[in-house]
């Protein structure tokens, strides 16, 4: 049975010779994430305020706020309160590239279709060698346990593939805590709001472990590691701060009247 | 090695991180973290509109010297002067996008302008199909096809459309690989910015044009306004002076700049390239040289325009163009230079193109494939120089040797154009002699993998010296595939041996 797997949520006419094949007629799912990081008040601007992240040991739930097809009704987003991320973190090394995240053969998947988008999410981090012996996500499953990677210089270089934060966040990364990144990949977070891009002060890939406990305090410029005990110091979000809180690069263009609300 | 290569200043070396190397910097240094550092207490974003800020040298009286991408930041953010670090709104002259990150980037121009929004410019805008191409891939065909519809819809004035995959000469519309067919179709021109959805968009530096990748969000945004928020980078400059030898191609000369500083040497940051070997190149070489700058972590990557460029661009465009120039006080971060006559043929070895090594020195790496093709390697000259290698030689290879033309245009190049000193003869005839594959339809082909049916894809772990632009784990398929980036010549001269080879072996 031959499902068409739009992308434009409703007129797409995509000829017989390229409909789509799903594998299971289309399901109700949650659309993708896209805003993470809603507004806050300007009364506020040292804090980065962000979406509270329920403190369960080895699960992240990702609030999910709606993508708006035309016609369908949307559910708001999760109001910001505490800027605290917290979950099992996993730890990957120097320049990881965008091939190591989401391997190019995955990349017909179209992220603003939501079973492409949640199947994105099953194949993040899978372009990993050998030499890492947990994966990321499980086989058979969508999501990862892990919900905090932390890696070290260069992070995401490579393509300019936007699937590869958007991967991370579909398999449930809520933020990345890297050395340092490649420029794409961190401007494709902030505008995506996918993953929050941390940066870390010093070789944060060489203190943590995968599976370690750790608690981010945003605003506190902290890591905290549960299963070593020890505390880092983050940098500071910078620039790309009020463009993170607005939501991303429509939400913050809006906001600042470049487009229309 | 680097030290017999690159003349010492007369500063003493500031540029610590590069041991070795002489470099030095030019006035206060305009690193990107210390102006994110001074401007801390206020709330200075790397999106923020630019009247929050009261910046020093406003009055207008005086005025810096501005180097070529900061000139292109100005005119295209309609200011007369700005400096590194600033975020403005730049005019996009040209949007490319192809068929991986066309449909999520039109997802999200729908989502956030509306189902019935119409693109800000349907003559601005170049929709080129070109990665999954070849294949029986059903989702890679229904993208080509959701970017049929799109363009239908839109009017888009140019969309390189291919409809029969069985036979692509079938196809007038269609070009191939999206960063050769911008330049032969006459969109890359001085003094312009041109974004695409990918990330060696930066090739189109070669034309003294700002061109980087973006992501599908950031081109979603551009559909609908024309517009994005870029941040003004600082320029390192690589003046690259002396005869280029014979054996030597612009792909030795990348691979020794990013052997230098690395692999995020130039993170953020505006490659400039100058000098008489510069001056001497192609307009493809340049386009080579450029290319792979985002290898290096550059934002994007220049070469001043000159008769070769406007010689190029004759035929192509009639678009009126303004190429800018640096200034002579303009402030770069930091310069390399290069006697170039004192280069010799390189490869990156696995898995990094910042794992530099000489060819020479590899000749005891048995390999099992070659691959000629891709936005770097794949366009008419390279095929030229792989020719001209063979030819030399007389020999057969004695591995698989796979040539992926990049575009239309240059594989009908390969079967027509005749080879100097051949009596006649074309690449194509050449190539059949000397045992490689016949010449694939040109797509980006096996360069970055792909479905699993693409042609040439490592789906093996086998070694593989290839001319294209990455080398990490799995690039081109299988992740203990080992690939071993090098230029036309480099990669036919290891094609005839068997093992990684020098093209002085059969050059000289």
Known sequence: MAASASIIPSNATATAKFRATSTAATTPLSPPSVLKFPSISPNYPSTKPLISHSALPHFQHKPLSAVTPPNASSTPPPTATASTFHGVCYVVGDNLDTDQIIPAEYLTLVPSNPEEYKKLGSYALIGLPSSYQTRFVEPGQFKSNYSIVIGGDNFGCGSSREHAPVALGAAGVAAVVAESYARIFFRNSVATGEIYPLESEGRLCEECRTGDVVTIEVADNKLINHTTGKENKLKPIGDAGPVIEAGGIFAYARKTGMIPA | ?508
Not at chain 2, 47 to 54: I, T
Not at chain 2, 147 to 172: M, S, T, V, W
Not at chain 2, 428 to 448: H, K, M, R, V
């Open chain 2, 1 to 508: 090695m680097a030290s017999a290569t690159i003349t010492s200043p007369p500063t003493p070396l500031i540029n610590k991180k590069d041991a070795g190397l002489s470099a030095f910097s030019s006035q206060a240094s305009f690193s990107v973290r210390k102006s994110q550092k001074r401007a801390c207490k206020k709330i200075v974003s790397v999106m923020a509109p630019q009247q929050s800020e009261r910046r020093p040298a406003t009055t207008g009286s005086v005025k810096t010297g501005m180097t070529m991408t900061e000139k292109i930041f100005a005119k295209a953010s309609e200011k007369s002067q700005l400096s590194p670090g600033e975020n403005v709104w730049v005019n996009v002259d040209v949007l490319m996008t192809h068929d991986v990150c066309g449909p999520p980037a039109i997802g999200i121009f729908k989502r956030e302008f509306g189902e019935n929004a119409k693109v800000w410019d349907r003559e601005k805008l170049v929709i080129i199909p070109d990665h999954y191409i070849f294949t029986t891939d059903e989702r890679a065909n229904r993208n080509v096809g959701i970017l049929r519809d799109f363009c239908n819809e839109q009017n888009i004035k140019y969309f390189y459309d291919i409809q029969d995959l069985g036979n692509f000469k079938a196809n007038p519309d269609y070009k191939g690989v999206c960063h050769v067919a911008l330049a032969q179709e006459g969109h890359c021109r001085p003094g312009e910015v041109l974004l695409g959805t990918d990330s060696h968009t930066c090739t189109a530096g070669a034309f003294g044009q700002f061109a980087t990748g973006i992501g599908n969000t950031d081109a979603g945004f551009v559909l609908g306004t024309g517009k994005l928020l870029l941040k003004v980078p600082p320029t390192l400059r690589f003046v690259m002076d002396g005869e280029m030898p014979d054996y030597l191609l612009a792909k030795d000369l990348i691979l020794q700049i990013i052997g230098e500083i690395s692999v995020a040497g130039a993170t953020y940051k505006s490659m400039e390239f100058v000098g008489t070997t510069v001056e001497s190149l192609t307009m493809e070489e340049r386009m080579t040289l450029c290319n792979m700058v985002v290898e290096a972590g550059g934002k994007n990557g220049v070469v001043p325009a000159d008769s070769t460029t406007y010689k190029y661009l004759e035929d192509k465009t009639s678009v009126p163009y303004e190429p800018v120039y640096s200034d002579e006080q303009a402030r770069f971060l930091s310069e390399y230079r290069f006697d170039i006559s004192k280069l010799e043929p390189l490869v990156a070895k696995p898995h990094s193109p910042d794992n530099r090594a000489l060819a020479r020195e590899c000749k005891d790496v048995k390999i099992d494939r070659v691959y000629i093709g891709s936005c770097t390697g794949g366009k008419t000259e390279d095929f030229m120089a792989a020719a001209k290698v063979f030819l030399a030689s007389g020999k057969k290879v004695k591995v698989p040797t796979f040539l992926v033309p990049a575009t239309q245009k240059v594989w009908m190049d390969v079967y027509a154009l005749p080879v100097p000193g051949s009596g006649g003869k074309t690449c194509a005839q050449i190539f059949e002699e000397a045992g490689c594959d016949t010449p694939a339809s040109p797509s980006c082909g096996a360069c970055l993998g792909g479905p699993k049916d693409t042609y040439a894809r490592m789906n093996e772990p086998q070694v593989c010296v290839s001319t294209t632009n990455r080398n990490f784990p799995g690039r081109m398929g299988h992740k203990e595939g080992q690939i071993y980036l090098a230029s036309p010549y480099t990669a036919a001269a290891s094609a005839l041996t068997g093992y990684v080879t020098d093209p002085r072996e059969f050059l000289q």
